[in-house]
């Protein structure tokens, strides 16, 4: 019995040995799977640079004033119109009470070749007694301020106001040689003598930046192109239908 024990045992250690042996060389014990590599994150993609912005173009003018190109400041021989059929009847203009040599007729927006007028405005279309008042030692009547602001004041998208004073701010600046100061006699000047005297009464302002008018053989109206900043500048369009008379009748007051 002990002898089949012993060749057991035998048997078993055999058995075992030839086991570890083949799993040494093995290629039959498990192995563990390879750990699994983490992907990397993926990164983000840059959004695409957005265009540049165009920088948006800012006039140094005010907003107010856009619409039209240049003032006119038109200045009527007084005498002359009351000599008309039109100003015959006008005794708030024409009395005998009223020594009036230049007045103003108008400050009007204009066009290169042309003039807005009658434009739509959110002032009201009536000036107020008060303001228009304040404007008669430039314009001789009250339904004159009106008619202006209607017809052209509307025009500069300026306020009644603003309007107003910019048209004082343009008289105040001009200088009137002492031929077309006073009324008290009749004079005889040709067109060119009237601009050259303007022209040498105020420095900066430049023949063509002025337009005579005449009715037949009388001074009827000295026009004066600005810029908005009131700077003078060459007159265009219907301003340069000048008169050019030798001998011009600027008539006396009544």
């Known amino acids: ?11 078993l250690m055999m058995v075992l040995s030839l086991w570890f042996g083949l799993g040494e060389k093995g290629g039959n014990r ?13 990164t983000a993609q840059p959004k695409p640079a957005r265009p540049a ?16 190109d240049y003032y006119v400041l038109s200045l ?8 008309s059929d039109e100003g015959a009847g006008n005794r708030q203009q024409c009395g005998s009470n009223r020594d009036l040599s230049l007045v103003v007729h108008g400050f009007w927006p204009q066009f290169v070749d042309g003039y807005p007028q009658f434009c739509g405005s959110s002032e009201p279309e009536r000036v107020p007694d008060d303001l228009a008042r304040r404007q008669l030692d430039l314009l001789p009547t ?25 048209l004082r701010a343009a008289w105040n600046q001009l200088k009137l040689p002492s031929d077309l100061s006073s009324a008290g006699q009749q004079k005889t000047l040709s067109t060119d003598r ?19 008018t005449c009715d037949g053989s009388k001074l009827d109206e000295i026009r004066i192109c600005l810029n ?10 219907d301003n340069r239908r000048v008169c050019r008379r030798d001998r011009l009748v600027l008539p006396a007051a009544p």
Request: a positive charge; hydrophobic letters at 35%; charged letters at 15%.
């Open 1 to 11: 019995m002990r002898r089949y024990t012993g060749f057991v045992a035998l048997a």
């Open 194 to 212: 009237i601009v050259s005297q303007l022209t040498a009464a105020n420095p900066g302002l430049i023949a063509s930046a002025i337009d005579v």
């Open 76 to 83: 009527s021989w007084s005498p002359s119109y009351c000599q």
């Open 142 to 166: 009250v339904g004159l301020v009106g008619h202006q602001w209607r017809k052209h004041g509307t025009c500069s998208n300026l306020s009644q106001r603003a309007y107003f004073a910019k």
């Open 30 to 42: 498990l192995t563990p799977p390879p750990a699994t590599q983490q992907q990397p994150a993926p």
């Open 53 to 68: 912005e165009k920088p948006v173009q800012k006039t140094s003018l005010p907003a107010t004033e856009q619409g039209f």
């Open 228 to 237: 908005k900043d009131l700077s003078y500048r060459e007159c265009s369009g």
